[in-house]
């Protein structure tokens, strides 16, 4: 029996604990659940992303006062279908409590050079407004160049319908179901994304479909790879009503088939994209092995979106090549400290290894996304009740800064994406989708109050998005990213 010891730093107090390893993690006792519930409660307190309530944003109100049809609604929930408990318990994410945001002083292991705070909403000055708001009219689009950065540019107002709503989509999440679930405003469903240099062309669910006839498409990762999935199968359900080949209890998988298309969608819950087991609320992650639930279907997929980012918060050990290489800082154990960025930078140089020399397929990667938790925490009465997109104007210093940690974390997905391009005899097959900056400036996107609680649950999701919603983005993204590659 080896002895593992704790030693954790947070916000300059150290915690010594001492426990068994490997023995069993519960063996350690109630004095490391006392501790680490102590520690939780001085969190509560801190938050990552916003110290204190910001001041209102310098938002642009150019949509209209009203939802796209006029109506309010007001039923929080639809007295005719009871609501069902909805079994994705596990959707929660830890909150990333201690990342401190102000100091941008982590220790990396892989000696990552640590910038200063991003303002990532000066990206935008550097464009010359003049002249792109005159050569881009919605009336002259201008056709997609390889050169045209889709992560930059602004939600500007867009009269058009959702391409879904609750009543002509039955396969809504119901925590996602916003509509349903009674939110009142629809501002939020009339924005879309317009790069800076070009115009994304809109998703077409036939042409998509047709685009995609004979091929299987997998989506991999956790609920927010979920959300996004379902966004695209709302959309593509209206063309043609799927059959449902598999889902599972806890929603967690799913497979849909498009017969008239021979299409196949598929989602594989793989929060972490590696290998894991629970021990109580700690989390051993296998930082070198790709998780068999996706690895060993991965051969019949012509196309695997993928993404990891918030399930890293939790409190976990961390294994290579079967020996423990250390533990996240939260997690109060005694194993060498090792920061998020360094983990998910394994993490992703392993996946990605296989990814490209393993899979014969076409590998997306999207990148994390922004929750916007504002008044407080996910855990400390956190909420989003904005109604309107933040302005990308540059200088506006009202604005909620873009969360540091989220920032690093979309650096080391580059850097790794990257890498692995640089690895490839042919890196067509390998596209990253970059959501972060486009979801950032969508706090209005949120389901908040108007989802499904579960017991012990804050009462706001500020972090998935509400479908339909800004989330629809995400499949012009992966439209037009295929298309560059089958069309
Ligand atoms: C932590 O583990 C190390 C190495 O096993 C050990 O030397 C140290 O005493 C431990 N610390 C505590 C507080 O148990
Ligand atoms: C965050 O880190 C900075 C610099 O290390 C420190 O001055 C500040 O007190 C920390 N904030 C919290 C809430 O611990
Ligand atoms: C912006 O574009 C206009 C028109 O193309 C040009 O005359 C002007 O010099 C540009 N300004 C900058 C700062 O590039
Ligand atoms: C859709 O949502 C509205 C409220 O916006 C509700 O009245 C209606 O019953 C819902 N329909 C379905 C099929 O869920
Ligand atoms: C449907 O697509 C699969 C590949 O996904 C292919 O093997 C099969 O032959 C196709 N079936 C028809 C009828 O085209
Ligand atoms: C982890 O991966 C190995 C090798 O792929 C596999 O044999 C094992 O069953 C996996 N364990 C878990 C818990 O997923
Ligand atoms: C959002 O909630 C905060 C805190 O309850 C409140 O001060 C603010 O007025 C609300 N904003 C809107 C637009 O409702
Ligand atoms: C995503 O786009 C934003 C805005 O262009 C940029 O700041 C960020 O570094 C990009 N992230 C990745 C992973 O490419």
């Not at 994705?88 to 401190?100: H, K, L, Q, T």
């Not at 960025?341 to 076409?362: A, C, F, I, K």
Request: charged share 20%; aromatic share 10%.
């Amino acid at each position: 029996m080896k002895d593992v010891k704790g030693l954790t730093w947070l916000y300059g107090m150290k915690l010594h604990l001492s426990m068994n390893w490997p023995t069993s993690l519960s063996a350690a006792g109630g004095s490391v659940l006392v501790l680490v519930a102590i520690v939780s409660v001085l969190f509560l307190n801190v938050w990552w992303f916003l110290d204190s309530p910001p001041h209102q944003p310098n938002v642009i109100f150019l949509g209209a006062g009203e939802g796209a049809d006029g109506t309010a609604m007001h039923a929080k929930v639809d007295p005719i279908f009871p609501v069902p408990v909805d079994p994705s318990e596990e959707d929660a994410p830890v909150v990333p409590v201690e990342a401190n945001q102000t100091s941008p002083s982590v220790k990396l292991l892989n000696d990552v050079p640590v910038e200063p705070i991003p303002d990532v909403r000066a990206v935008p000055a550097e464009v010359n407004r003049t002249s792109q708001v005159t050569r881009e009219s919605p009336l002259s689009p201008q056709p997609l160049s390889e050169t045209c950065d889709l992560s930059e540019g602004e939600w500007i107002p867009d009269p058009s319908p959702p391409l879904y709503t609750n009543e002509t989509c039955p396969y809504i999440q119901l925590s996602q179901n916003c509509l349903k679930n009674g939110r009142p405003d629809r501002d939020y469903l009339q924005w879309r994304w317009k790069p800076f240099g070009c115009e994304l062309p809109p998703f077409i669910a036939a042409r998509f479909l047709k685009l995609m006839r004979g091929k299987k498409m997998v989506f991999i990762g956790d609920s927010l790879a979920r959300n996004h999935m379902q966004a695209l199968l709302c959309a593509l359900t209206q063309v043609e009503d799927p059959v449902n080949l598999f889902s599972d209890p806890k929603d967690k998988q799913y497979k849909w088939f498009f017969s008239s298309y021979n299409f196949t969608l598929t989602n594989l819950w793989s929060p972490f994209l590696v290998n894991y087991t629970v021990e109580g609320d700690i989390y051993n992650l296998y930082l070198d092995v790709p998780e068999k639930i996706w690895v060993s279907e991965l051969a019949q997929y012509d196309v695997a979106v993928i993404s990891t980012g918030y399930w890293y918060y939790r409190k976990s050990l961390y294994h290579t090549n079967s020996k423990i290489v250390g533990a996240s800082p939260n997690s109060g154990l005694n194993a060498t400290r090792v920061e998020i960025l360094s983990t998910m930078r394994s993490v992703l140089s392993n996946v990605l290894m296989h990814l490209t020399t393993v899979y014969r397929g076409v590998t997306i990667f999207r990148t994390i996304t922004v929750d916007h938790f504002e008044h407080g925490s996910w855990s400390n009465g956190g909420l989003c009740n904005r109604t309107s997109p933040f302005s990308h104007r540059h200088g506006d210093d009202s604005l909620p800064p873009f969360p540091w940690m989220n920032s690093e974390i979309s650096k080391v997905q580059k850097q790794e994406v990257d890498k692995a391009m640089t690895s490839m005899s042919d890196s067509s097959r390998l596209k990253m989708i970059n959501v972060t900056y486009s979801s950032y400036l969508r706090p209005d996107g949120h389901p908040g109050p108007y989802r499904i609680q579960q017991l012990n649950e804050p009462a706001n999701d500020c972090l998935h998005w509400c479908m339909p919603g800004p989330i629809d983005m995400w499949n012009q993204l992966v439209y037009h990213t295929l298309q560059g590659i089958f069309g």
